[in-house]
């Protein structure tokens, strides 16, 4: 069930009144509805997903349990063990089989050995479940390292890994965070409801104007590599950086948004990151919880920073590589996390403060980008192709049909709004342009055109968000 379908609102109105008229008395009650809801909303795409669901939800729960109980310490290593193998393997089984089965059969074939038979499977891949593995394997690990006692509550424990809001494409939620949250009763506030709109209006507006808008002359130059110059793949390029910028940021502002409607604090999952003026500084603001969690549960126990400096750029290597492969099965992702991990080395050994300035904001811009070729290119032949067409054969602009320069031009108008109230944020501190204006009629009429570009802009129902792929 897709966020931008007509499924979801009558889905969400109907939760919303069950759960707010009707069973509003009853922590526990509240709780199975949720529950209910969201194995409704995920076995929408597929209910045979499910089983992987309550699988990682018992085994997880289980385990919690049984580090928890286990007096001796290596006791508890091996419990935590078996949850990180099993949410590995799940994940690894599910997304990477394929994929390292045909590397490894191209490499034989490479050397010219033959294959009769390659080994592949016909695997479909859940949706979300890079997602809700992590959450459900931070909840074990934290117990593990003593920040959490596991919950008694087994529906509201299989609730905070279901939640719909954020089931497929995060926040990846800290169970430190969020499960309290399911154990807490909560109420009704005109403030959650109001800061929940808002902030699922400013979702849909990044997601159906500026994303879908911008994908329609990406997908054109990006799918037909061979018919474009290298002026076309920049300017494409550019455009993807604010396409899955809106793509996934306006899925986070619509999960938190949908969540504060039921009385939950998500965390916050994007902060303006093209304002960033490092790399490292990009990092620390964009997908902040997945990359707070690679941080905390790899980087760190890899040794972070605080080993010798060959070691320390090891793990920062090795976590944006792995960072790459967690994104997808296909080479183009690894070498998008080893691009990152080596502008990271390269900040270490020669660029060490956080220099502010917009010098430096536009040089981290183009370094994102760049490193945006390989995650947005069919495969790592076409990033090579591409990049090579920008630096030998600039040529001409693509402008396509007519329709293709309308997208365009209203991908240009909503990325200029997006960057008008991103600066606003960034440099006045304000939630939102419009909201915190002392007269009424602005912040209304505001709205009202955020709403209307949604509506006439908006591009519906013809494409889903680009982070259920992984």
């Not at 990682?56 to 007096?71: A, H, W």
Request: proline share 2%; aromatic share 22%.
């Amino acid at each position: 069930m897709l966020f931008n379908s007509l499924a979801f609102f009558l889905f969400l109105c109907i939760v919303f009144v069950l759960y707010w008229f009707i069973v509003y008395k009853n922590l526990k009650f509240q709780n199975i509805l949720l529950l209910i809801a969201s194995y409704v909303f995920y076995g929408w795409w597929d209910w045979r997903f499910l089983s992987l669901i309550a699988l990682s939800t018992l085994t997880d729960y289980f385990v919690g349990f049984r580090i928890y109980q286990s007096k001796d310490k290596l006791m508890q290593k091996r419990w935590l063990w078996v949850s990180v193998l099993f949410n590995l393997g799940l994940l690894g089984f599910f997304k990477y089989y394929n994929f390292f089965v045909e590397s490894w059969v191209d490499l034989l074939t490479s050397v010219g050995y033959e294959f009769q038979n390659t080994w592949t499977l016909k695997v479909i891949l859940p949706v979300g479940i890079s997602f809700y593995t992590f959450q459900t394997l931070s909840y074990s690990i934290d117990i593990y390292r003593k920040k959490l006692k596991p919950t008694n509550d087994f529906i509201a424990f299989a609730a905070f890994v279901s939640f719909f809001p954020q089931l497929v494409a995060g926040p990846i939620e800290r169970a430190t965070n969020l499960v309290p949250q399911f154990l807490k009763k909560r109420k009704f506030t005109y403030q959650n409801f109001s800061t929940g709109i808002k902030l699922m209006i400013w979702g849909f507006f990044l997601k159906l104007v500026v994303a879908d808008r911008a994908a329609i002359y990406v997908d054109a130059v990006y799918n037909n590599i061979e018919n474009h110059d290298g002026l076309s793949f920049i300017v494409a390029t550019v455009l993807f950086a604010f396409q899955i910028y809106g793509d996934f940021a306006g899925y986070s502002l619509i999960a938190i948004g949908t969540s504060k409607l039921f009385g939950f604090d998500l965390m916050t999952n994007f902060r303006r990151p093209y304002f960033s003026a490092s790399v490292s500084e990009f990092w620390t603001r964009w997908h902040i919880s997945l990359s707070t969690w690679f941080r905390d549960y790899l980087y760190i126990p890899l040794g972070g920073n605080r080993v010798g400096k060959m070691r320390w750029l090891y793990n920062l290597f090795v976590t944006f590589l792995i960072s790459g492969l967690w994104h997808g099965a296909n080479w183009t992702f690894i070498a998008w996390g080893a691009l990152n991990g080596l502008y990271l080395i390269a900040e270490v050994l020669v660029y060490r403060k956080n220099r502010k300035g917009i010098i430096n904001v536009l040089l981290t811009f183009v370094l994102i980008n760049f490193s945006w070729i390989f995650f947005r290119a069919n495969s790592i032949d076409n990033a090579f192709y591409i990049i090579k067409t920008i630096f030998t054969a600039p040529g001409r602009l693509y402008i396509g049909s007519g329709d293709d320069i309308a997208a365009l031009l209203y991908a240009i108008l909503a990325i200029g709004i997006l960057l008008f109230v991103e600066t606003k944020k960034e440099y006045f501190n304000t939630l939102f342009s419009i909201s915190k204006n002392k007269y009424e009629i602005v912040r209304h009429t505001g709205y009202a055109v955020v709403v209307f570009m949604i509506l006439y802009f908006g591009v519906f129902g013809k494409s889903q968000f680009i982070y259920f792929q992984f």
